[in-house]
């Protein structure tokens, strides 16, 4: 029994500082404060060295002696090589959904695409990436393929942000204006019951890297 708590802690670390790489809040070559997270997630020391280590060995994480870890720079290759296997099997997940759609699912994908509007007017980056990621596991968990869902989250916890980020606000909530149009006509393809064409939008379109210095 205090075995499984203390995995449950080291995983709720590991999630915690993994969803802070994805959106953003902790940037490449930051370095990561281990009190911090203590004190952030009300944990010990213990789970918080465990899941930085676990990190590390992903890959995530580089440890220097005397400094501690550090979140890893990874270069625009490697993003654009997992974005391009994210949009592949994103797009596949999709189009495998729309037998299992509902209107139900539908209008829930609308409700998202309607906070994510209210969220590029607010300028509030982080609740844009918590409803773009609902809009998409709404699909993603009606593929009826178990080893589908498994890739994607797998691939969505390599800590690749999911969308982009700058520092020019103004440059980035207009490119996330277009990604919510597109997860409208997302909506309309859905409706129409297009497999063919609402996978080849989310591969050529959707997912289509257009601004590298912004991944």
Known sequence: MIKNKYQSLKDHVYTYIAECIQNGTLLPNQKLSENSICEKLEVSRTPVREALIQL???NYLEYYPRRGFVVKELDTKKKLDV????????ALAARLSVSYISEEDISKMEKFADEIDTSIKQQNYSDYQLYQNEFHNIYIHKCNNDTLIELLESLQNSFV??????NDKTKLYTVLEQMNIEHKQMIQLFKKKDEEGLENFLKNV????????MI
């Open 161 to 166: 942000r999911q969308t982009y980020l700058s």
């Open 83 to 90: 974005f391009q296997l994210i949009g592949t099997l994103d």
């Open 206 to 213: 959707h997912w289509k890297i257009s601004y590298t210095d």
């Open 56 to 58: 590390a060995s992903e």
